[in-house]
């Protein structure tokens, strides 16, 4: 029997290609979420330092230095003190917003809607952002950015009077004034952005939890019904 024809071995093929080097520029989307989350920093940072000092006596050198950067890098950010505070309040404002929408859009009563946004309302008034809200207020603005602050807390009054009357109609709230009831649900919750402190007695949750069960139950043995009164 003739030998098998050996098979001729493949020849080598050139070489790879070297792979290249690493750019040392961070493509146009990394660089735009590091923009942001430092941006986000300064934000944070400024909101504290406002709420430890207070907007007017606290300074843009202050935040630069607690950042560690120069004043300068701050304007890569940021154009102003004001401009801080706005978006301070704008993020958690909308931050508010946008949840106790996802609230309203997973449906159910709205006795547990108005909980759950009540919720909601109590833990951003905790953060630092949400404090800014509290405790700074519009009055540092100028009039053109405080009619913007006021549209957006209208907005979330607004969704607290709806869930109000929604309750009353399905029975499971008392009747009342709805406009009357938004302010004194907001009005308590925001004050707790004023006198809770995170090394207090009370962690964060543990505020909501008794808060709102304050607020919805009463601290009344026998319950009595609440006079509905008209306007003037």
């Given at each position: 029997?003739?030998?098998?024809?050996?098979?001729?071995?493949?020849?080598?093929?050139?070489?790879?290609?070297?792979?290249?080097?690493?750019?040392?520029?961070?493509?146009?989307?990394?660089?735009?979420?590091?923009?942001?989350?430092?941006?986000?920093?300064?934000?944070?940072?400024?909101?504290?330092?406002?709420?430890?000092?207070?907007?007017?006596?606290?300074?843009?050198?202050?935040i630069a230095r607690a950042l560690h950067v120069?004043?300068?890098?701050?304007?890569?950010?940021?154009?102003?003190?004001?401009?801080?505070?706005?978006?301070?309040?704008?993020?958690?404002?909308?931050?508010?917003?946008?949840?106790?929408?996802?609230?309203?859009?997973?449906?159910?009563?709205?006795?547990?809607?108005?909980?759950?946004?009540?919720?909601?309302?109590?833990?951003?008034?905790?953060?630092?952002?949400?404090?800014?809200?509290?405790?700074?207020?519009?009055?540092?603005?100028?009039?053109?950015?405080?009619?913007?602050?006021?549209?957006?807390?209208?907005?979330?009054?607004?969704?607290?009077?709806?869930?109000?009357?929604?309750?009353?109609?399905?029975?499971?709230?008392?009747?009342?004034?709805?406009?009357?009831?938004?302010?004194?649900?907001?009005?308590?919750?925001?004050?707790?952005?004023?006198?809770?402190?995170?090394?207090?007695?009370?962690?964060?949750?543990?505020?909501?939890?008794?808060?709102?069960?304050?607020?919805?139950?009463?601290?009344?043995?026998?319950?009595?019904?609440?006079?509905?009164?008209?306007?003037?």
């Amino acid at each position: 029997m003739p030998p098998a024809p050996r098979r001729r071995a493949a020849r080598p093929g050139p070489p790879a290609p070297p792979a290249p080097p690493a750019s040392p520029w961070l493509e146009a989307g990394a660089r735009a979420d590091q923009r942001e989350r430092k941006r986000q920093a300064v934000l944070e940072t400024a909101a504290r330092l406002f709420n430890e000092r207070g907007f007017h006596a606290t300074s843009l050198d202050d935040i630069a230095r607690a950042l560690h950067v120069t004043k300068p890098t701050l304007y890569y950010y940021v154009r102003s003190k004001d401009d801080i505070l706005l978006a301070c309040v704008r993020t958690a404002l909308g931050t508010m917003q946008a949840e106790i929408a996802a609230v309203r859009a997973a449906g159910g009563r709205a006795l547990d809607q108005l909980e759950a946004c009540m919720r909601v309302y109590t833990r951003i008034v905790t953060q630092d952002l949400g404090r800014c809200v509290i405790r700074i207020g519009e009055d540092p603005l100028p009039p053109p950015l405080r009619r913007e602050l006021r549209a957006l807390k209208a907005g979330i009054d607004g969704e607290f009077r709806r869930l109000v009357a929604e309750g009353i109609a399905e029975g499971s709230i008392a009747p009342c004034d709805p406009k009357m009831a938004a302010f004194m649900v907001a009005g308590a919750l925001s004050w707790v952005g004023r006198w809770w402190r995170a090394d207090g007695e009370f962690d964060a949750r543990q505020v909501a939890d008794m808060g709102v069960a304050l607020l919805l139950n009463g601290i009344l043995q026998r319950r009595r019904p609440l006079r509905t009164l008209q306007p003037g």
